[in-house]
Nanobody, 125 residues
Framework: QVQLVESGGGLVQAGGSLRLSCAAS????????MSWFRQAPGKGRELVGT???????DYVDSVKGRFAISRDNAKNTVSLQMNSLKPEDTAVYLC???????????????????WGQGTQVTVSS
């Protein structure tokens, strides 16, 4: 059974930092692009950023310079370091594995095959 499990969410003041982790089990994702999405109440899933199987990264403009994605293939984990957090970053954060290997991730959630359950991030002003 393939599982993605996020951890590390919580409540933080504006300007603070959090580090989210996504642990995969049931299969290896070494050759898959992995992405972080977020979903605020009443809104759709928004791509935050992606790390490819070659370790290249890309981010949505609103988090560039503040967020960083990394991966540890030996541990089958992906992390999201979030700095200088803003109230508008408040959302449920989810990690996802792209549907096929050796392919870049996209902003379309329907193209991702596996999802975690999400972890809540709340940034107070």
């Amino acid at each position: 059974q393939v599982q993605l499990v996020e951890s590390g969410g919580g409540l933080v003041q504006a300007g603070g930092s959090l580090r989210l982790s996504c642990a995969a089990s049931g299969r290896t994702f070494n050759w898959y692009s992995m992405s972080w999405f977020r979903q605020a109440p009443g809104k759709g899933r928004e791509l935050v950023g992606t790390i490819s199987w070659t370790y290249s990264t890309d981010y949505v403009d609103s988090v560039k310079g503040r967020f960083a994605i990394s991966r540890d293939n030996a541990k089958n984990t992906v992390s999201l370091q979030m700095n200088s957090l803003k109230p508008e970053d408040t959302a449920v954060y989810l990690c996802a594995a792209y549907q096929k290997p050796y392919s870049g991730g996209t902003s379309n959630p329907d193209e991702y095959a596996y999802w975690g359950q999400g972890t809540q991030v709340t940034v107070s002003s």
